[in-house]
Every structure is written in C-alpha cells, then in structure tokens.
C-alpha cells in the first residue's frame, strides 16, 4: 500500500493546497478570513459541521474504545448528538443573533472584556492538546499505510496542512471539509458493508449489545453525558460554525440536521469496532490501532479508500481548531482584527502542536478527554446561564468570572493532577467525579451571579 498511499496522499494534499490558493483571493477582512463572510448556507454549514465532528477522535478513537469495552463505547458520539440537538432546541439561534466572531467574542457582548479574555485564554490552551491530538492519530495513520514510522513524511505533511489553513483561512476550510467528509462516510460505511456482508461472523455482535457493562459504569454515563455533551452543546469549534451561518435559522437547523446524520455514525462506527472486538484476537492487533487494522482485511480498494478517509477525518478537524484557537489568540486576547496576526499563530500554534505530537505526549482520546475536561466544567454551564439571561436579567461579573475559574480547577485536578491526588488516597471513583463535580459548582456559583431580582427594562 505505501507506494499507491504515497501517491494518493501527494495528489489530496495538492488539492488541499489549490483550493487554499483560490479562497485566497477572497479574503479581504478579518471576517472573510475568520468566520468565512458570516453567510454560509445551511448545506455548506451543515457539511463543514459535520466535518469538524467526525475527526481522529470520532473514529479511530471511537474504535478503539468499542475494542476494548464494547458497545458502551458509543456513548461518546451519542452524548454529541445530544449536545448538537440541544443546542438548536435552545441556544442556536439566540447565539447567532448576537453575530460575535468567537465564543470569547461572544462572551464579551455578554458579559465584558474580562470574561472575554479568561475564555479565550482557557480555549487556546486547550486546543492546543486538541490539534495535537488529531496530529498523533495522523501519525499513526501515515505509519500505517507506510508499513514503518516516517517523521520526515509526518512533519511534511502537518507543515502542508498548516499551510493551507494559512493562506485560505476559514472559506477553505469549509470547502475542503465537503471533500473531506465525503470521503470520511463513504470509507467507513464500505468498510462495515464489507466487514458484516462479505467477511460476516454478526453473532457475537449482535449477542453483546448492552448499554452498560463493568467496563463501563453509570458514573461514567453521567460524566460523559455532560462532560462530553457539553462540548458539542457549547464548544468553540462547534458554535464556530454557528457563527458562519448566513442567519439564526440556518445555524438551528445546521445543527438540528448534523445532530440526526451524526448518531446515524455513531451507529456506523461503532458496529466496525464491534465486528473487530469479536474477531480479532489482541495477538492479531499486535498494538496497533483497530480501526487501522481493517483497512489490512478488507479489499485493498476499500483499505485505500479507509486510510484516506481516516486521513481526512483528522485534517478536517485540525484545520477548523487550527483557525478557530488562532482567530480567539488575535480577537480575544491581542484584541486585534488582524489577518496577518491569524496567519501568524495558525503557524505557531501549528508547530507547537506538531512538537507536542512528535515527543507522542497522550494518545487522541486522552489528550481531547484532558481539554474537555477543562473546558467543559468551567465554560458550558455559566456562558449557557449568561446567554440565557441575557436581555431579562444582569449578570455579577465578579461572581460569574469566580464560576468559570472554580469550574476549571476541578476539571484540572481530575486531569493533570490525577496521580498527585492518587497517590494522597483520593479514591479513584471521586477523581473520575471531578469533572461533573466541576460542572455542578460552576452551575451553582453562575446562577448566584444572576440578579434575580432585578430585571432589565427596554425602553419602546
């Protein structure tokens, strides 16, 4: 495969790159370059929604945690769909109405300039471990389909993908996306076609389809559900694309249609990782990744087409935090409404991810769980009570900036300083906790910055 990969991957990436070329020459603002002119229609936002959600995580991650605790394992995707749901059920389109260019961006209209900078501080830091993340899973996908470990070609092509995203910005972004994930779909539904209609064994699959087994316990139902739905109710990639849309509708039904299509993949995903779990022996593995095996099992057209497609998984995602943490560096924190400044820090943020990638510091799961778990508990509950509130009642800033930081803490502690707090005799259940204990502060202290009592009065 290494040689037929080589070349495909060479004519992909030159694609990637024209397409980068010819957006260039329509930016001309920061917010053609960032939030693609703010006029996408429901289809292309609907597309590069999708793109950005089904990345390394949502699939060769997914694959290998149905590997190894079963169906159980679609929760993960599952609490996504949910989130995006959510979303444009009752947030969708009071966001889109307030046209902010960022979350922090929108944060400030909210609450202030101080709100603004603590949020964008928490998600370029974070996202920083996103990018990374989706870098070790193209790593791992590029030592695959070469049959050995090339850092040469991995530094290649992580230098062509921040590339593009540096000269075309946000409009190519979401025109490769389209490309991207129907490569992505395509790949992955040919390849459980393949897996139940050709190669069968379905008994043992069908026999262990179970919502909760001892690998996976209600407490981490719970966490997850919060935890991990959070993020797409209210993440800065996801509402990212709420911001493009061309209206408040368009942003709502984006969502409303991405949430359906994507528990519709999270079905089909899952039950590849199933059919590997029942039929490939740990031995047979030998380490490597699940979802990766098959494309070894199944016709060689159909393992080509797999790689690529988990190829663009990963790219469709790196580019949308690629531009989205570097637009939060610039707006949100410089305070500028600077093209150049972006382009700036898509590189620099770019490199320091591909480092972090390159000393392999986490796998794909661990890293996203780890800035999820930052993020969720400090951000999603008190920015929700924010935008809620906003028009009826006043927020304390003092107060709802104290729910923020003591939301994050937790969500710190539960990640980074785990093995610190192990090794003082905090129960490994309690730790695991954290995270939701996180939410559940930061929900309480957020709603005891409201002024309830206080209403505010528009004037006719």
């Not at 109405?97 to 300039?113: S, W």
């Not at 030998?286 to 990963?314: D, E, N, Q, R, Y």
């Not at 005799?425 to 409201?450: C, E, K």
Request: one cysteine or more; proline letters at 2%; aromatic letters at 8%.
């Amino acid at each position: 495969m290494n040689i037929f990969f080589t070349v495909v991957l060479a004519v992909y990436i030159i694609i990637l790159m024209v397409l980068g070329i010819i957006d260039l020459k329509k930016v001309r603002s920061f917010a053609d370059y960032a939030v693609a002119g703010k006029n996408q229609s429901l289809f292309a936002v609907t597309m590069t929604l999708l793109a950005t959600i089904i990345g390394g995580s949502t699939t060769i991650g997914i694959a290998d945690t149905v590997y190894r605790i079963g169906f159980p394992g679609m929760w993960w995707l599952t609490f996504g769909s949910i989130g995006l749901v959510m979303q444009a059920m009752f947030i969708s389109e009071k966001v889109r109405r307030f046209d902010a260019d960022t979350l922090p961006d929108l944060t400030h209209k909210l609450i202030g300039r101080s709100a603004e900078t603590l949020l964008a501080v928490i998600i370029v830091i974070a996202w920083i471990g996103v990018v990374a993340g989706q870098l070790i899973a193209m790593n791992g996908i590029i030592t695959y389909a070469l049959g050995h470990s090339s850092t040469s070609l991995f530094i290649i092509v992580s230098v062509l993908v921040i590339l593009y995203t540096f000269i075309g910005g946000q409009m190519s972004v979401i025109r490769t996306d389209r490309i991207q994930l129907c490569i992505i779909v395509a790949s992955i539904a040919a390849v459980c076609i393949w897996l139940y209609g050709v190669r069968g064994s379905t008994e043992n699959v069908l026999n262990h389809i179970e919502l909760i087994n001892e690998d996976y316990k209600p407490v981490n139902l719970l966490t997850q559900l919060f935890v991990i739905g959070g993020v797409y109710f209210l993440g800065p990639d996801i509402m990212s694309r709420n911001f493009i849309s061309r209206n408040e509708l368009t942003a709502k039904k984006a969502s409303l249609i991405a949430g359906g299509v994507f528990f519709l993949f999270a079905l089909l995903i899952t039950f590849v990782g199933m059919w590997i779990r029942y039929n490939v022996s740990s031995e047979e593995l030998s380490g490597s990744k699940a979802l990766m095996f098959t494309a070894g099992i199944v016709h060689p057209v159909i393992g080509v087409g797999l790689t690529l497609g988990l190829l663009s998984a990963v790219l469709s995602s790196t580019d949308t935090c690629l531009i989205n943490a570097s637009s939060i560096f610039v707006k949100d924190i410089l305070h500028r409404d600077s093209v150049l400044l972006v382009r700036i820090t898509v590189c620099v943020i770019g490199l320091a991810a591909m480092v972090i990638a390159l000393l392999g510091r986490g796998d794909i799961i661990g890293l996203l769980t780890s800035a999820y778990s930052i993020y969720t508990p400090g951000v999603i509950c008190p920015l929700t009570v924010a935008i809620l509130a906003y028009g009826s009642r006043q927020i304390r800033t003092g107060l709802w900036l104290t729910a923020v930081c003591l939301g994050g803490i937790f969500g710190l502690l539960g990640t980074v300083f785990g093995d610190l707090l192990t090794s003082l005799g905090i129960p490994q259940t309690w730790l695991s906790s954290l995270p939701l204990i996180g939410m559940g502060v930061s929900l309480v202290t957020a709603l005891l910055s409201v002024k309830w009592k206080q209403r505010i009065i528009h004037n006719a």
